[in-house]
Structures are given as structure tokens and as C-alpha cells.
């Protein structure tokens, strides 16, 4: 009887476990890495500071024009991964969640997005375009 429990339990165990693999790719306990580059579009330098629950990236200015900045991580075995930047020029402070677990992945393992006045646009690998674009958060 006992032995049967335990081949039960693991045949459980296999099946939770492989099916991870199809419904995250790289499964469950294997998330790919996640890069994020951030566009200054404004035609203003600007200053990004980015951080999430699990480490602070600091600040850093991106010139214009062309200028850019660029992190990566890997998120973590629970889906809450989590980062948002604050973005400040003169006499303009914003914020966004730049990348938020339920909302980017897995399309999103190369997030582009380009900083405009009015709020931030991701790269649309559909279209090729900067066309998925989000106001600023507010309070």
C-alpha cells in the first residue's frame, strides 16, 4: 500500500513538473533572462532610475539623442517579478512598470522601449514599430 502512495506521488510530481515546460517557455524552474533597453526619444537628456522589489539599479543618464540604457535580469520562480523607473528632465518627473511578470512574458525576454513626453512604447515584434504605447502612471 505504501509503496503504491509513493508511485502516485510521483507520478503527480512528474506531470506537475514537465508541465511546466509547455506552458513556460524554458519551464517553470528554468525562466530565460530578460533584457531591457530604454530609448531616449524626448530630444532632452533624461535621468532613469530603475528598481524592483529585489535590488534598486540606481540612476543613470541617458543623453540625447540616441542615447540608451540597458539592464537584465532573471525573473523569478514565482511570476512576481516586477521593475519600474522613475523618469525625470526638467520640470518633469514621471514613473512606469517597465516590466511586470503578468503583463510581458514570455513575449518579452528583448524589451525595447523608446522614453517620449507622453509616456514609454514597446517594440511591437508583429509590426516592427514602437506601437504599444502606455500613458504614465499616476498615483
Known amino acids: 500500500m505504501i509503496s503504491i502512495n509513493r508511485i502516485v506521488l510521483l507520478q503527480i510530481f512528474l506531470v506537475l513538473f514537465l508541465s511546466s515546460f509547455h506552458k513556460v517557455e524554458g519551464g517553470l524552474f528554468f525562466r530565460k533572462r530578460v533584457y531591457v533597453e530604454l530609448f531616449n526619444d524626448l530630444g ?4 532613469v532610475h530603475c528598481k524592483s522589489g529585489d535590488g534598486d539599479l540606481g540612476s543613470h543618464f541617458i543623453e540625447s539623442p540616441n542615447g540608451f540604457y540597458q539592464f537584465n535580469f532573471k525573473p523569478n520562480l514565482f511570476g512576481t517579478t516586477d521593475y519600474y523607473c522613475n ?5 518633469n518627473f514621471h514613473w512606469f512598470d517597465i516590466y511586470v511578470f503578468d503583463r510581458d512574458h514570455p513575449e518579452c525576454t528583448d524589451c525595447y522601449w523608446k522614453i517620449r513626453a507622453d509616456g514609454v512604447c514597446r ?13 504614465w502612471n499616476s498615483d
Open 44 to 47: 532632452l537628456n533624461v535621468t
Open 87 to 91: 523618469f525625470q528632465w526638467p520640470n
Open 123 to 135: 517594440l511591437n515584434y508583429l509590426t516592427k514599430q514602437y506601437d504599444i504605447c502606455y500613458p
